[in-house]
């Protein structure tokens, strides 16, 4: 009698977890796509946070670990002239220097930190 009732008891909770458990979705595989569809999207692109200069009409950005690179392609880069920005885009050399060509700029900091 009491196998029965401990059997019964059991079978309940098991039968009142089972669809709880079932309903739980994976949450690393479903954000997954969307990752690799964020990546793909940018793909070729990189990120570099610094400061945006300006000397005689060109802007360069220097990053933290001293990498200078030319800077051209956002009409507003003027807005952002000596502040800390983050600039995506697309790197490329010409004339033996590295250019940046922006397609998204983040306003970090209203200065640069020297």
Do not use: F, W
């Not at 977890?17 to 969307?34: A, C, I, N, R």
């Not at 690799?36 to 950005?61: H, K, P, V």
């Not at 200078?68 to 880069?77: F, I, M």
């Amino acid at each position: 009698m009491k196998n029965k009732v401990i059997q019964s008891i059991l079978a309940i909770g098991m039968l009142a977890l089972g669809p709880t458990l079932y309903g739980q979705e994976d949450q690393s595989k479903k954000s997954q796509p969307q990752e690799q569809q964020q990546q793909a999207d940018r793909s070729g692109e990189e990120t570099l946070t610094g400061c945006l200069t300006e000397q005689q009409g060109s802007y360069m950005i220097a990053t933290p670990s001293g990498e200078q690179l030319s800077v051209s392609g956002a009409p507003d880069l003027s807005k952002h002239k000596d502040h800390t920005v983050k600039l995506t885009g697309k790197r490329s050399e010409e004339g033996g220097k590295t250019k940046l060509t922006v397609s998204k700029i983040e306003h970090v900091s209203a200065s640069c930190s020297k």
